[in-house]
Protein backbone atom coordinates (compact mmCIF):
# COMPACT_ATOMS: atom_id res chain seq x y z
CA UNK A 1 0.00 0.00 0.00
CA UNK A 2 1.69 3.40 -1.08
CA UNK A 3 2.16 5.55 1.96
CA UNK A 4 0.10 8.33 0.93
CA UNK A 5 -3.24 5.69 1.09
CA UNK A 6 -2.12 4.51 4.53
CA UNK A 7 -1.51 8.07 5.90
CA UNK A 8 -4.99 9.26 4.57
CA UNK A 9 -6.42 6.19 6.05
CA UNK A 10 -5.17 7.15 9.60
CA UNK A 11 -6.26 10.45 9.07
CA UNK A 12 -9.50 9.27 8.79
CA UNK A 13 -9.26 6.16 11.29
CA UNK A 14 -6.60 6.89 13.29
CA UNK A 15 -5.23 4.27 15.49
CA UNK A 16 -7.48 3.39 18.40
CA UNK A 17 -10.44 5.37 16.97
CA UNK A 18 -13.19 4.63 15.12
CA UNK A 19 -13.39 7.85 13.00
CA UNK A 20 -11.65 11.00 13.65
CA UNK A 21 -14.05 14.42 14.95
CA UNK A 22 -13.37 16.00 11.37
CA UNK A 23 -13.68 13.05 9.27
CA UNK A 24 -17.16 12.07 11.29
CA UNK A 25 -18.52 15.44 10.78
CA UNK A 26 -18.14 15.32 6.95
CA UNK A 27 -18.89 11.93 7.24
CA UNK A 28 -22.28 12.43 8.81
CA UNK A 29 -22.60 15.54 6.03
CA UNK A 30 -22.11 12.99 3.31
CA UNK A 31 -24.38 10.83 4.61
CA UNK A 32 -27.22 12.93 5.52
CA UNK A 33 -27.22 14.37 2.12
CA UNK A 34 -26.46 11.14 0.03
CA UNK A 35 -29.57 9.73 2.23
CA UNK A 36 -31.70 12.47 1.79
CA UNK A 37 -31.53 12.33 -1.86
CA UNK A 38 -31.84 8.83 -2.38
CA UNK A 39 -35.09 8.51 -0.06
CA UNK A 40 -36.65 11.35 -2.09
CA UNK A 41 -35.28 9.67 -5.54
CA UNK A 42 -37.31 6.65 -4.73
CA UNK A 43 -40.02 8.14 -2.92
CA UNK A 44 -40.61 9.64 -5.95
CA UNK A 45 -39.80 6.60 -8.27
CA UNK A 46 -42.40 4.96 -6.04
CA UNK A 47 -44.81 7.36 -6.46
CA UNK A 48 -44.53 7.88 -10.34
CA UNK A 49 -44.67 3.78 -10.72
CA UNK A 50 -47.76 3.08 -8.51
CA UNK A 51 -49.27 6.36 -10.56
CA UNK A 52 -48.46 4.79 -13.33
CA UNK A 53 -49.64 0.96 -12.69
CA UNK A 54 -52.50 2.77 -11.98
CA UNK A 55 -53.24 4.78 -14.85
CA UNK A 56 -52.50 1.52 -17.22
CA UNK A 57 -54.63 -0.44 -14.69
CA UNK A 58 -57.33 2.29 -14.76
CA UNK A 59 -57.22 2.85 -18.56
CA UNK A 60 -55.87 -0.14 -20.58
CA UNK A 61 -52.80 -0.51 -21.95
CA UNK A 62 -54.06 1.25 -25.57
CA UNK A 63 -57.70 3.20 -26.03
CA UNK A 64 -58.55 3.43 -29.97
CA UNK A 65 -61.04 6.41 -29.98
CA UNK A 66 -62.64 8.57 -32.93
CA UNK A 67 -64.36 11.47 -33.13
CA UNK A 68 -68.06 10.28 -33.07
CA UNK A 69 -69.68 7.39 -31.50
CA UNK A 70 -68.43 3.63 -33.11
CA UNK A 71 -71.01 1.93 -34.56
CA UNK A 72 -70.06 -2.02 -35.00
CA UNK A 73 -67.38 -2.40 -32.61
CA UNK A 74 -68.06 -6.12 -31.96
CA UNK A 75 -66.55 -6.70 -34.86
CA UNK A 76 -63.39 -4.64 -34.19
CA UNK A 77 -63.70 -6.71 -30.74
CA UNK A 78 -63.21 -9.90 -32.36
CA UNK A 79 -60.69 -8.54 -35.02
CA UNK A 80 -58.36 -7.82 -31.93
CA UNK A 81 -58.72 -10.33 -29.98
CA UNK A 82 -57.37 -12.26 -32.70
CA UNK A 83 -54.21 -10.77 -32.59
CA UNK A 84 -51.65 -12.27 -30.30
CA UNK A 85 -50.34 -9.73 -29.04
CA UNK A 86 -53.70 -8.24 -27.76
CA UNK A 87 -54.64 -10.51 -24.29
CA UNK A 88 -58.30 -8.58 -24.19
CA UNK A 89 -60.08 -6.16 -25.58
CA UNK A 90 -63.83 -4.12 -24.27
CA UNK A 91 -65.43 -1.33 -25.73
CA UNK A 92 -65.39 2.33 -23.98
CA UNK A 93 -67.80 4.26 -23.07
CA UNK A 94 -67.31 7.22 -20.70
CA UNK A 95 -68.51 10.57 -19.62
CA UNK A 96 -69.78 12.88 -17.12
CA UNK A 97 -73.04 12.51 -14.62
CA UNK A 98 -74.50 14.28 -11.60
CA UNK A 99 -75.18 12.47 -8.71
CA UNK A 100 -77.62 13.51 -6.00
CA UNK A 101 -78.51 11.91 -2.39
CA UNK A 102 -80.21 13.57 0.10
CA UNK A 103 -79.94 16.39 -1.79
CA UNK A 104 -76.55 16.51 -1.90
CA UNK A 105 -75.39 16.67 -5.70
CA UNK A 106 -71.71 15.38 -7.29
CA UNK A 107 -70.21 15.15 -10.82
CA UNK A 108 -68.18 12.01 -10.93
CA UNK A 109 -67.08 10.73 -13.62
CA UNK A 110 -68.48 7.65 -15.26
CA UNK A 111 -67.50 4.84 -17.26
CA UNK A 112 -69.80 2.11 -18.26
CA UNK A 113 -68.53 -1.57 -18.46
CA UNK A 114 -69.26 -4.37 -20.20
CA UNK A 115 -69.74 -6.97 -18.07
CA UNK A 116 -68.38 -9.67 -20.56
CA UNK A 117 -65.20 -8.21 -21.37
CA UNK A 118 -64.65 -5.18 -19.17
CA UNK A 119 -63.52 -7.08 -16.59
CA UNK A 120 -60.56 -8.44 -18.14
CA UNK A 121 -59.66 -5.26 -19.41
CA UNK A 122 -60.21 -2.61 -16.68
CA UNK A 123 -60.10 -5.17 -13.20
CA UNK A 124 -62.06 -3.38 -10.79
CA UNK A 125 -62.63 -6.81 -9.15
CA UNK A 126 -59.24 -5.73 -7.59
CA UNK A 127 -60.43 -2.66 -6.21
CA UNK A 128 -64.02 -3.54 -5.01
CA UNK A 129 -63.76 -2.46 -1.14
CA UNK A 130 -67.26 -4.21 -0.81
CA UNK A 131 -70.02 -6.04 -3.44
CA UNK A 132 -68.85 -7.90 -6.19
CA UNK A 133 -68.71 -7.73 -10.12
CA UNK A 134 -71.97 -10.42 -10.15
CA UNK A 135 -73.63 -7.32 -7.92
CA UNK A 136 -73.14 -4.59 -10.68
CA UNK A 137 -76.59 -4.74 -13.13
CA UNK A 138 -78.21 -2.41 -15.40
CA UNK A 139 -79.92 -0.92 -12.59
CA UNK A 140 -77.00 -0.50 -10.01
CA UNK A 141 -74.07 1.39 -9.33
CA UNK A 142 -70.38 1.23 -8.29
CA UNK A 143 -69.16 4.14 -6.80
CA UNK A 144 -65.38 5.00 -5.51
CA UNK A 145 -64.79 5.47 -1.66
CA UNK A 146 -64.47 9.88 -2.19
CA UNK A 147 -68.10 9.47 -4.09
CA UNK A 148 -69.72 7.38 -1.18
CA UNK A 149 -67.63 9.30 1.34
CA UNK A 150 -68.88 12.89 -0.28
CA UNK A 151 -72.55 11.84 -0.59
CA UNK A 152 -72.46 8.97 2.65
CA UNK A 153 -73.43 6.46 0.30
CA UNK A 154 -73.13 2.81 1.36
CA UNK A 155 -74.11 -0.22 -0.42
CA UNK A 156 -77.68 -1.04 -1.36
CA UNK A 157 -78.26 2.55 -0.76
CA UNK A 158 -80.44 4.76 -3.57
CA UNK A 159 -78.31 7.90 -5.53
CA UNK A 160 -80.38 9.82 -8.51
CA UNK A 161 -78.53 9.91 -11.49
CA UNK A 162 -78.57 12.76 -14.49
CA UNK A 163 -77.14 13.09 -17.82
CA UNK A 164 -76.34 15.16 -19.86
CA UNK A 165 -78.56 14.03 -22.50
CA UNK A 166 -81.14 14.81 -19.89
CA UNK A 167 -80.64 18.78 -20.41
CA UNK A 168 -81.29 18.48 -24.02
CA UNK A 169 -84.83 17.55 -23.03
CA UNK A 170 -85.45 19.87 -21.01
CA UNK A 171 -85.08 22.70 -23.94
CA UNK A 172 -87.98 20.58 -25.22
CA UNK A 173 -89.89 21.68 -22.03
CA UNK A 174 -90.02 17.79 -21.47
CA UNK A 175 -89.90 16.92 -17.20
CA UNK A 176 -86.49 15.45 -16.62
CA UNK A 177 -86.78 12.40 -13.99
CA UNK A 178 -83.40 11.18 -12.74
CA UNK A 179 -82.35 7.73 -12.66
CA UNK A 180 -82.19 5.41 -9.44
CA UNK A 181 -79.89 3.74 -8.96
CA UNK A 182 -78.95 1.44 -6.12
CA UNK A 183 -75.07 1.27 -5.13
CA UNK A 184 -73.82 -2.48 -5.60
CA UNK A 185 -70.01 -1.37 -4.76
CA UNK A 186 -67.70 0.46 -3.19
CA UNK A 187 -63.79 0.79 -5.15
CA UNK A 188 -60.59 2.01 -4.03
CA UNK A 189 -58.21 2.34 -7.32
CA UNK A 190 -55.35 3.25 -4.40
CA UNK A 191 -54.95 6.57 -6.82
CA UNK A 192 -56.97 10.04 -5.71
CA UNK A 193 -57.67 11.04 -9.31
CA UNK A 194 -60.30 8.66 -9.85
CA UNK A 195 -60.82 7.27 -6.13
CA UNK A 196 -62.53 11.02 -5.30
CA UNK A 197 -64.97 11.14 -8.37
CA UNK A 198 -65.37 8.06 -10.40
CA UNK A 199 -68.54 5.66 -10.76
CA UNK A 200 -68.96 2.74 -13.28
CA UNK A 201 -72.26 1.45 -14.67
CA UNK A 202 -72.90 -1.04 -17.32
CA UNK A 203 -72.00 -0.31 -20.55
CA UNK A 204 -75.64 -0.70 -21.41
CA UNK A 205 -76.61 1.92 -18.70
CA UNK A 206 -73.88 3.66 -20.16
CA UNK A 207 -75.43 3.71 -23.48
CA UNK A 208 -78.76 4.80 -22.18
CA UNK A 209 -77.52 7.83 -19.92
CA UNK A 210 -75.81 9.00 -23.10
CA UNK A 211 -78.46 8.10 -25.76
CA UNK A 212 -75.76 5.91 -27.70
CA UNK A 213 -77.71 3.39 -29.00
CA UNK A 214 -75.67 0.98 -29.69
CA UNK A 215 -72.55 2.38 -30.34
CA UNK A 216 -69.79 3.23 -27.86
CA UNK A 217 -66.91 6.02 -27.30
CA UNK A 218 -63.97 3.65 -28.25
CA UNK A 219 -62.28 0.42 -27.71
CA UNK A 220 -59.78 -0.89 -24.91
CA UNK A 221 -57.50 -3.22 -24.81
CA UNK A 222 -55.17 -5.00 -22.36
CA UNK A 223 -52.02 -6.01 -24.29
CA UNK A 224 -49.86 -9.20 -23.55
CA UNK A 225 -46.80 -9.17 -21.32
CA UNK A 226 -43.55 -7.77 -23.31
CA UNK A 227 -45.22 -5.96 -25.96
CA UNK A 228 -43.91 -2.95 -26.55
CA UNK A 229 -47.24 0.08 -25.70
CA UNK A 230 -46.20 2.64 -27.68
CA UNK A 231 -44.60 0.41 -30.11
CA UNK A 232 -48.12 -1.34 -30.72
CA UNK A 233 -49.89 1.52 -30.14
CA UNK A 234 -48.05 2.64 -33.85
CA UNK A 235 -48.93 -0.39 -35.49
CA UNK A 236 -52.51 -0.18 -35.26
CA UNK A 237 -52.67 3.80 -36.08
CA UNK A 238 -50.96 2.46 -39.09
CA UNK A 239 -54.01 0.23 -39.89
CA UNK A 240 -56.36 2.49 -38.99
CA UNK A 241 -58.17 5.04 -41.35
CA UNK A 242 -57.71 8.76 -39.96
CA UNK A 243 -61.19 9.23 -38.02
CA UNK A 244 -59.78 6.96 -35.67
CA UNK A 245 -56.64 6.84 -33.15
CA UNK A 246 -55.00 4.47 -30.91
CA UNK A 247 -53.84 6.14 -28.37
CA UNK A 248 -51.84 4.21 -24.97
CA UNK A 249 -52.42 5.05 -21.42
CA UNK A 250 -48.85 7.30 -21.50
CA UNK A 251 -50.55 9.54 -24.53
CA UNK A 252 -53.72 9.97 -22.64
CA UNK A 253 -52.04 11.25 -19.61
CA UNK A 254 -49.06 12.39 -21.01
CA UNK A 255 -49.35 16.06 -19.68
CA UNK A 256 -49.69 13.75 -16.01
CA UNK A 257 -46.65 11.89 -17.01
CA UNK A 258 -44.61 14.83 -17.94
CA UNK A 259 -45.40 16.72 -15.02
CA UNK A 260 -44.05 13.66 -13.00
CA UNK A 261 -41.35 13.39 -14.49
CA UNK A 262 -40.33 17.03 -14.17
CA UNK A 263 -40.75 16.94 -10.52
CA UNK A 264 -38.47 13.67 -10.04
CA UNK A 265 -35.65 15.59 -12.03
CA UNK A 266 -36.06 19.08 -10.33
CA UNK A 267 -35.96 17.68 -6.81
CA UNK A 268 -33.27 15.03 -8.06
CA UNK A 269 -31.48 18.92 -9.02
CA UNK A 270 -32.75 20.13 -5.75
CA UNK A 271 -31.23 17.55 -3.06
CA UNK A 272 -28.31 17.59 -5.45
CA UNK A 273 -27.31 20.71 -3.26
CA UNK A 274 -27.29 19.09 0.27
CA UNK A 275 -23.97 16.64 -1.86
CA UNK A 276 -22.32 19.58 -2.54
CA UNK A 277 -22.83 21.13 0.68
CA UNK A 278 -21.35 18.69 2.37
CA UNK A 279 -18.72 18.30 -0.29
CA UNK A 280 -17.80 22.32 0.82
CA UNK A 281 -17.58 20.72 4.83
CA UNK A 282 -15.20 18.35 3.22
CA UNK A 283 -13.32 20.91 2.07
CA UNK A 284 -13.14 23.12 4.89
CA UNK A 285 -12.37 20.52 6.89
CA UNK A 286 -9.07 19.35 4.78
CA UNK A 287 -8.10 23.03 4.23
CA UNK A 288 -8.09 23.31 8.17
CA UNK A 289 -5.99 20.15 8.43
CA UNK A 290 -3.89 21.45 5.55
CA UNK A 291 -3.23 24.55 7.56
CA UNK A 292 -2.98 22.60 11.28
CA UNK A 293 -0.54 20.43 10.02
CA UNK A 294 1.94 22.68 7.62
CA UNK A 295 4.57 21.02 9.49
CA UNK A 296 4.06 17.72 9.32
CA UNK A 297 3.67 18.05 5.98
CA UNK A 298 6.83 19.74 5.96
CA UNK A 299 8.17 17.01 7.76
CA UNK A 300 7.07 14.50 5.25
CA UNK A 301 8.16 16.52 2.63
CA UNK A 302 11.63 16.22 4.14
CA UNK A 303 10.87 12.12 4.97
CA UNK A 304 11.16 11.94 1.24
CA UNK A 305 7.71 12.41 0.41
CA UNK A 306 6.93 13.43 -3.42
CA UNK A 307 4.62 16.29 -3.57
CA UNK A 308 2.13 14.20 -5.53
CA UNK A 309 2.18 11.66 -2.85
CA UNK A 310 1.36 14.59 -0.46
CA UNK A 311 -1.70 15.91 -2.32
CA UNK A 312 -2.67 11.98 -3.00
CA UNK A 313 -2.69 12.12 0.93
CA UNK A 314 -5.51 15.17 0.66
CA UNK A 315 -7.56 13.99 -2.17
CA UNK A 316 -7.41 10.41 -1.02
CA UNK A 317 -9.21 12.04 2.30
CA UNK A 318 -11.76 13.32 0.30
CA UNK A 319 -11.99 10.23 -1.73
CA UNK A 320 -12.47 8.23 1.56
CA UNK A 321 -14.75 10.48 3.48
CA UNK A 322 -17.00 9.89 0.27
CA UNK A 323 -17.11 6.42 -0.25
CA UNK A 324 -17.87 5.79 3.57
CA UNK A 325 -20.32 8.76 3.61
CA UNK A 326 -22.09 7.23 0.62
CA UNK A 327 -22.19 3.57 1.76
CA UNK A 328 -23.80 5.30 5.28
CA UNK A 329 -25.80 6.89 2.86
CA UNK A 330 -27.33 4.01 0.71
CA UNK A 331 -27.96 2.04 4.23
CA UNK A 332 -29.55 4.68 6.26
CA UNK A 333 -31.64 5.29 3.03
CA UNK A 334 -32.80 1.38 3.00
CA UNK A 335 -33.56 1.62 6.50
CA UNK A 336 -35.43 4.64 6.02
CA UNK A 337 -37.23 3.55 2.80
CA UNK A 338 -37.90 -0.22 4.94
CA UNK A 339 -39.62 1.93 8.00
CA UNK A 340 -41.04 4.54 5.35
CA UNK A 341 -44.84 4.02 5.87
CA UNK A 342 -44.30 3.59 10.70
CA UNK A 343 -42.59 7.49 9.82
CA UNK A 344 -45.24 8.62 7.59
CA UNK A 345 -48.02 6.96 9.95
CA UNK A 346 -46.36 8.55 13.14
CA UNK A 347 -45.79 11.97 10.96
CA UNK A 348 -50.19 11.97 9.94
CA UNK A 349 -50.72 10.25 13.81
CA UNK A 350 -48.71 13.11 15.38
CA UNK A 351 -50.21 15.75 12.97
CA UNK A 352 -53.38 14.26 13.07
CA UNK A 353 -53.83 14.93 9.32
CA UNK A 354 -53.38 11.74 7.84
CA UNK A 355 -56.72 12.54 5.67
CA UNK A 356 -55.12 15.66 4.78
CA UNK A 357 -52.18 13.63 3.26
CA UNK A 358 -54.11 11.35 1.59
CA UNK A 359 -56.08 13.80 -0.31
CA UNK A 360 -53.54 16.24 -1.06
CA UNK A 361 -50.94 13.19 -2.41
CA UNK A 362 -53.62 10.23 -3.75
CA UNK A 363 -52.00 7.68 -1.48
CA UNK A 364 -52.50 6.26 1.76
CA UNK A 365 -49.07 4.94 2.01
CA UNK A 366 -45.62 6.10 0.93
CA UNK A 367 -44.84 4.34 -2.46
CA UNK A 368 -40.92 3.48 -2.77
CA UNK A 369 -39.58 2.02 -6.07
CA UNK A 370 -35.55 1.13 -5.70
CA UNK A 371 -33.77 2.29 -9.21
CA UNK A 372 -30.49 0.61 -8.75
CA UNK A 373 -29.03 3.13 -11.67
CA UNK A 374 -30.31 5.92 -9.42
CA UNK A 375 -28.59 4.14 -6.48
CA UNK A 376 -25.65 4.14 -8.74
CA UNK A 377 -25.72 7.74 -9.92
CA UNK A 378 -26.06 9.34 -6.87
CA UNK A 379 -22.96 6.96 -4.96
CA UNK A 380 -20.96 7.99 -8.04
CA UNK A 381 -21.94 11.62 -8.13
CA UNK A 382 -21.06 11.85 -4.53
CA UNK A 383 -17.87 10.25 -4.48
CA UNK A 384 -16.58 12.31 -7.21
CA UNK A 385 -18.07 15.63 -5.46
CA UNK A 386 -16.23 14.68 -2.30
CA UNK A 387 -13.05 13.61 -4.16
CA UNK A 388 -12.76 17.16 -5.95
CA UNK A 389 -13.65 19.08 -2.76
CA UNK A 390 -9.74 17.04 -1.69
CA UNK A 391 -8.35 18.78 -4.57
CA UNK A 392 -7.95 22.71 -3.47
CA UNK A 393 -6.82 21.39 -0.06
CA UNK A 394 -4.16 18.35 -1.49
CA UNK A 395 -3.11 21.38 -4.40
CA UNK A 396 -2.20 23.45 -1.50
CA UNK A 397 -0.66 21.28 0.64
CA UNK A 398 1.78 19.75 -2.57
CA UNK A 399 2.83 23.48 -2.87
CA UNK A 400 4.24 23.98 0.43
CA UNK A 401 7.91 24.26 0.56
CA UNK A 402 9.24 21.96 2.55
CA UNK A 403 11.83 24.31 4.76
CA UNK A 404 8.83 26.69 4.89
CA UNK A 405 6.50 24.67 6.45
CA UNK A 406 9.24 23.18 9.00
CA UNK A 407 9.47 26.76 9.80
CA UNK A 408 6.05 27.20 10.18
CA UNK A 409 5.00 28.16 13.73
CA UNK A 410 1.20 26.99 13.72
CA UNK B 1 36.97 18.80 8.15
CA UNK B 2 38.51 17.74 4.83
CA UNK B 3 36.65 17.89 1.55
CA UNK B 4 37.77 14.21 0.44
CA UNK B 5 35.87 11.67 -1.40
CA UNK B 6 34.96 9.31 1.42
CA UNK B 7 32.57 12.21 2.88
CA UNK B 8 28.73 10.91 2.91
CA UNK B 9 27.45 14.64 3.10
CA UNK B 10 30.01 17.64 1.24
CA UNK B 11 28.89 21.12 0.98
CA UNK B 12 31.12 23.22 -0.89
CA UNK B 13 31.34 27.23 -1.29
CA UNK B 14 27.90 27.55 -0.29
CA UNK B 15 26.27 30.63 -0.15
CA UNK B 16 22.30 31.66 0.65
CA UNK B 17 20.95 35.00 0.50
CA UNK B 18 17.52 35.74 2.22
CA UNK B 19 15.55 38.70 0.65
CA UNK B 20 13.86 40.51 3.58
CA UNK B 21 12.05 43.83 3.58
CA UNK B 22 14.40 46.49 3.05
CA UNK B 23 16.86 44.42 1.15
CA UNK B 24 18.57 40.93 1.40
CA UNK B 25 19.94 39.17 4.11
CA UNK B 26 23.37 36.99 3.37
CA UNK B 27 23.09 34.13 5.78
CA UNK B 28 25.79 31.61 4.94
CA UNK B 29 28.79 32.88 2.31
CA UNK B 30 31.01 30.46 0.99
CA UNK B 31 30.48 27.94 3.92
CA UNK B 32 32.81 24.52 3.49
CA UNK B 33 31.41 21.41 5.26
CA UNK B 34 32.02 17.44 4.83
CA UNK B 35 31.65 14.70 6.83
CA UNK B 36 32.19 11.16 7.28
CA UNK B 37 30.87 7.92 7.94
CA UNK B 38 30.64 6.99 11.34
CA UNK B 39 31.78 10.78 12.79
CA UNK B 40 29.31 12.97 14.43
CA UNK B 41 29.97 16.68 14.09
CA UNK B 42 27.61 19.19 15.97
CA UNK B 43 26.83 23.01 14.97
CA UNK B 44 26.77 25.59 17.28
CA UNK B 45 25.70 29.33 16.90
CA UNK B 46 23.86 31.77 17.87
CA UNK B 47 19.90 32.43 17.01
CA UNK B 48 19.70 33.76 13.35
CA UNK B 49 23.13 32.79 12.55
CA UNK B 50 21.58 30.19 9.65
CA UNK B 51 22.05 26.69 11.77
CA UNK B 52 18.59 25.32 10.23
CA UNK B 53 19.07 27.30 6.85
CA UNK B 54 22.25 25.15 6.78
CA UNK B 55 20.76 21.76 7.96
CA UNK B 56 17.47 22.35 5.69
CA UNK B 57 20.21 22.63 2.67
CA UNK B 58 22.50 19.80 3.77
CA UNK B 59 18.87 17.77 3.45
CA UNK B 60 18.42 19.39 -0.36
CA UNK B 61 14.91 20.99 1.82
CA UNK B 62 16.66 24.63 0.19
CA UNK B 63 18.27 25.07 -2.88
CA UNK B 64 21.68 26.91 -2.91
CA UNK B 65 22.08 30.23 -4.32
CA UNK B 66 25.96 29.28 -4.95
CA UNK B 67 28.40 26.39 -4.33
CA UNK B 68 27.48 22.75 -3.92
CA UNK B 69 25.76 20.13 -1.88
CA UNK B 70 27.12 16.64 -2.37
CA UNK B 71 25.53 13.30 -0.66
CA UNK B 72 28.26 10.55 -1.25
CA UNK B 73 29.65 11.21 -4.45
CA UNK B 74 26.57 12.92 -5.69
CA UNK B 75 26.14 16.53 -6.20
CA UNK B 76 22.05 16.97 -5.31
CA UNK B 77 22.21 20.50 -6.64
CA UNK B 78 20.35 19.82 -10.45
CA UNK B 79 18.37 16.97 -9.33
CA UNK B 80 14.60 17.58 -9.40
CA UNK B 81 12.50 18.11 -6.27
CA UNK B 82 11.34 14.68 -7.11
CA UNK B 83 14.47 12.98 -7.58
CA UNK B 84 15.75 14.44 -4.00
CA UNK B 85 12.86 13.52 -2.18
CA UNK B 86 12.98 10.22 -3.22
CA UNK B 87 17.06 9.81 -2.61
CA UNK B 88 16.56 11.45 1.08
CA UNK B 89 13.83 8.88 1.36
CA UNK B 90 16.89 6.50 1.72
CA UNK B 91 19.78 8.69 2.29
CA UNK B 92 19.21 10.97 5.02
CA UNK B 93 17.02 10.86 8.35
CA UNK B 94 15.79 13.58 10.02
CA UNK B 95 15.20 14.90 13.61
CA UNK B 96 13.60 17.89 15.27
CA UNK B 97 13.15 19.86 17.85
CA UNK B 98 9.32 19.89 17.94
CA UNK B 99 9.08 15.75 17.34
CA UNK B 100 6.78 16.18 14.24
CA UNK B 101 5.11 12.71 14.76
CA UNK B 102 1.79 12.06 13.17
CA UNK B 103 -1.14 12.40 15.77
CA UNK B 104 -2.93 9.42 14.67
CA UNK B 105 -0.76 6.69 14.22
CA UNK B 106 1.09 4.64 17.06
CA UNK B 107 4.80 4.54 17.82
CA UNK B 108 5.42 2.03 15.54
CA UNK B 109 3.74 3.22 13.08
CA UNK B 110 5.29 6.48 13.28
CA UNK B 111 8.58 4.85 12.94
CA UNK B 112 7.71 2.43 10.24
CA UNK B 113 6.20 5.46 8.21
CA UNK B 114 9.49 6.08 7.20
CA UNK B 115 10.05 2.69 6.14
CA UNK B 116 6.40 3.29 3.50
CA UNK B 117 8.02 6.67 2.34
CA UNK B 118 10.50 5.26 0.99
CA UNK B 119 8.31 2.45 -0.27
CA UNK B 120 10.66 -0.43 1.89
CA UNK B 121 8.60 -1.62 4.00
CA UNK B 122 8.68 -5.52 4.71
CA UNK B 123 9.20 -8.11 7.54
CA UNK B 124 12.00 -7.22 8.09
CA UNK B 125 11.44 -2.83 8.13
CA UNK B 126 9.03 -4.31 10.82
CA UNK B 127 11.01 -6.39 12.83
CA UNK B 128 13.84 -3.37 12.48
CA UNK B 129 11.41 -0.45 13.65
CA UNK B 130 10.18 -2.91 16.86
CA UNK B 131 13.85 -3.40 17.68
CA UNK B 132 14.56 0.17 17.08
CA UNK B 133 11.73 1.18 19.42
CA UNK B 134 13.29 -1.21 21.77
CA UNK B 135 16.51 0.11 21.35
CA UNK B 136 15.50 3.61 22.88
CA UNK B 137 13.26 1.89 25.49
CA UNK B 138 10.18 2.28 24.15
CA UNK B 139 9.34 -1.61 23.35
CA UNK B 140 6.17 -2.28 25.21
CA UNK B 141 4.87 1.54 23.70
CA UNK B 142 4.92 0.19 20.38
CA UNK B 143 1.13 0.69 20.07
CA UNK B 144 1.44 4.09 22.56
CA UNK B 145 -0.09 7.10 20.61
CA UNK B 146 2.00 10.12 20.55
CA UNK B 147 -0.32 12.29 22.44
CA UNK B 148 -0.31 10.28 24.90
CA UNK B 149 3.95 9.71 25.60
CA UNK B 150 6.14 12.21 27.46
CA UNK B 151 8.06 15.19 24.95
CA UNK B 152 11.51 12.48 25.49
CA UNK B 153 9.19 9.76 24.40
CA UNK B 154 8.20 10.86 21.70
CA UNK B 155 11.58 12.47 20.46
CA UNK B 156 12.94 8.74 20.77
CA UNK B 157 10.60 7.68 18.39
CA UNK B 158 11.85 10.43 16.44
CA UNK B 159 15.00 8.96 16.57
CA UNK B 160 14.10 5.94 15.74
CA UNK B 161 12.47 6.69 12.75
CA UNK B 162 14.98 8.58 11.57
CA UNK B 163 17.50 6.01 11.39
CA UNK B 164 14.82 3.17 10.58
CA UNK B 165 16.27 3.20 7.05
CA UNK B 166 19.50 2.52 7.52
CA UNK B 167 21.13 6.34 6.58
CA UNK B 168 24.48 6.99 6.12
CA UNK B 169 23.66 10.61 7.44
CA UNK B 170 21.54 11.94 10.20
CA UNK B 171 20.62 15.61 10.20
CA UNK B 172 19.61 16.40 13.82
CA UNK B 173 18.23 20.10 14.55
CA UNK B 174 17.99 20.98 18.12
CA UNK B 175 16.81 17.39 19.22
CA UNK B 176 16.78 18.59 22.48
CA UNK B 177 15.00 21.92 22.49
CA UNK B 178 12.05 20.86 24.15
CA UNK B 179 13.38 18.76 26.63
CA UNK B 180 14.21 19.44 30.00
CA UNK B 181 17.92 19.08 30.76
CA UNK B 182 17.47 15.10 32.63
CA UNK B 183 15.74 14.15 29.66
CA UNK B 184 17.60 16.14 26.86
CA UNK B 185 20.86 14.51 28.62
CA UNK B 186 19.59 10.87 28.11
CA UNK B 187 17.86 11.21 24.52
CA UNK B 188 21.35 12.57 23.07
CA UNK B 189 23.24 9.92 25.16
CA UNK B 190 21.00 7.30 23.49
CA UNK B 191 21.69 9.33 19.68
CA UNK B 192 24.76 9.47 20.14
CA UNK B 193 25.15 5.64 21.56
CA UNK B 194 22.65 5.02 18.16
CA UNK B 195 24.80 6.80 15.46
CA UNK B 196 28.00 4.92 16.54
CA UNK B 197 26.18 1.78 16.61
CA UNK B 198 24.80 2.13 12.99
CA UNK B 199 28.05 3.30 11.82
CA UNK B 200 25.83 6.80 10.88
CA UNK B 201 27.52 10.43 10.11
CA UNK B 202 25.63 12.75 13.06
CA UNK B 203 25.65 16.60 11.76
CA UNK B 204 24.19 17.99 15.09
CA UNK B 205 22.34 21.70 15.24
CA UNK B 206 22.13 22.83 18.98
CA UNK B 207 23.53 25.49 21.53
CA UNK B 208 24.09 23.16 24.19
CA UNK B 209 27.74 23.11 24.80
CA UNK B 210 27.96 20.01 26.74
CA UNK B 211 26.28 18.07 23.89
CA UNK B 212 27.87 19.18 21.09
CA UNK B 213 31.00 18.65 23.23
CA UNK B 214 30.02 15.28 22.88
CA UNK B 215 30.52 14.93 19.37
CA UNK B 216 33.48 14.04 17.58
CA UNK B 217 33.73 17.41 15.68
CA UNK B 218 32.57 20.54 17.14
CA UNK B 219 31.86 23.49 14.76
CA UNK B 220 30.41 26.98 14.73
CA UNK B 221 28.80 28.81 12.70
CA UNK B 222 29.65 32.49 12.42
CA UNK B 223 29.42 35.31 9.98
CA UNK B 224 27.89 32.53 7.40
CA UNK B 225 30.88 30.27 7.59
CA UNK B 226 31.79 27.32 9.66
CA UNK B 227 34.85 27.65 11.82
CA UNK B 228 36.36 25.40 14.34
CA UNK B 229 35.09 25.45 17.68
CA UNK B 230 37.60 26.82 19.98
CA UNK B 231 36.69 24.18 22.99
CA UNK B 232 37.17 21.23 20.58
Known sequence: MPWYFHAALKQIFPSGKLLSFFAFISVTGVTLGVMVLLVVQSVMNGFVFDIQSNLAKTNGDIQIVSRAPIVGWEDWLENLEARPEVKAAAPLAHGVVMLQARNRPMFPYVWGLDLESGPEVLPFEDFLQSGTMDDLDDRSIFVSGGVARELTLGVGTEVAVYTPLMLDRMKVDEVIRPITMRVAGIFETGWNEVDSRTVVVTLRTMQELYGLGESVHGVVMKLEDGVDTAEYAGVLNAGLSEEYHAQTWMDVNSDFLFVLRLEKTMMFFIMIFIVLVASFSIAISLMMAVI?????????????ASRFGIGACFCLQGFLIGTVGTILGIIGALVA?????????????????????????GFSYLPAHYIISDFIIVALFSIFVSTLAGLIPAWRAARLQPAEALRNDA | MTLDSQSVLRAKDVRKT?????????????????IREGVSASIRGESGSGKSTLLHLFAGLEGVDQGEISWGPDSINHWSPRKRAAERAVRLGLVFQAYHLVGEMTALENVLLAARIAGTVSAETRERARHLLDRVGLGNREKQMPGKMSGGERQRVAVARAI??????????????NLDEKTGETTMELLLELVREQGVALVLVTHSRRFAGACDEQWVLHDGILEASAEA
Open chain 1, 292 to 304: RKTREIGLLSAMG
Open chain 2, 18 to 34: FVIPGGELEVLRGLNFS
Open chain 2, 164 to 177: LNNPPILLADEPTG
Open chain 1, 337 to 361: LHFRNNIFHLFAHLTGRGQALTDAY
